[in-house]
């Protein structure tokens, strides 16, 4: 696609739920990001994709989070017993050398 | 050191005044320099980027200034203007890290009418 698309764009969950983001990156990119941002604060980084390589996990805060990329291609973020801190904007990002281009992100809200 | 360090946090500037945001970097092997704007209910996109082989790269009213013996670099915003309101964000890159941006914290730029 012309760009990176993430689904949904807002999700409602209870606490203690199960959640799946998905990041379909722009096609050819071999590298996919995943970041989380709180409301009004900076870019926190959770977990790098660069094509076959095993990913970097480095930033993923729990094991509760953890993600798949299938196919060098779409990317899932799931996080698992939501707890109401982990409400934030989760944003996917995609490269193919320099530069990042985002998608809009999915507001997750854990009530 | 993988930092890049962002200032201020946030600015207020009056509609045709000059925005300015400074970044700060350690690692000498950064060899991109990229900054990003953000509006609210968006992800962050490219703006403007520089290498650090040139010392100002200009598009429209918006210019990096890199000063690589400081290893600082900043974007001046000229003419602000209130549809220039949002975040921005500074990073750093280089090829050896497979292009992982660093980030700086982000600036939020607010211009009064």
């Known amino acids: 696609g012309a760009g990176v698309s993430q689904s949904p764009s807002n999700k409602v969950t209870e606490k203690g739920k199960d959640v799946e983001l998905r990041c379909d990156p722009i096609?050819?990119?071999?590298?996919l990001y995943w970041y989380r941002q709180s409301l009004g604060q900076g870019l926190e980084f959770l977990i790098y994709?660069?094509?076959?390589?095993?990913?970097?996990k480095s930033g993923l805060p729990s094991d509760r989070f953890s993600a798949e990329r299938t196919g060098g291609s779409v990317s899932t973020l799931t996080i698992q017993r939501t707890q109401q801190e982990d409400s934030a904007v989760y944003l996917c990002?995609?490269?193919?050398?320099?530069?990042?281009?985002f998608g809009s992100g999915t507001r997750l809200t854990v009530v | 050191q993988q930092q890049v360090k962002q200032s201020p946090q946030s600015l207020i500037v009056q509609k045709g005044g000059i925005s300015i945001i400074n970044c700060a970097y350690e690692?000498?092997?950064?060899?991109?320099f990229p900054w990003y704007q953000q509006f609210p209910g968006k992800g962050p996109a490219l703006l403007i980027a520089?290498?650090?082989d040139v010392s100002e790269k200009k598009e429209g009213r918006f210019t990096i200034s890199f000063n690589k013996s400081a290893k600082q670099f900043s974007l001046h915003i000229m003419d602000s203007q209130p549809g220039d309101s949002a975040t921005y964000f500074c990073?750093?890159?280089?090829?050896?890290?497979?292009?992982?941006?660093?980030w700086g914290a982000g600036t939020k730029l607010i211009i009064k009418p």
């Open positions: 990073a750093a890159s280089w090829g050896d890290s497979n292009y992982q941006l660093i």
């Open positions: 690692n000498t092997a950064f060899d991109y």
């Open positions: 520089i290498r650090p």
């Open positions: 096609s050819g990119h071999t590298a």
């Open positions: 994709f660069q094509g076959n390589s095993a990913p970097d």
């Open positions: 990002a995609s490269s193919f050398a320099y530069g990042y281009t």
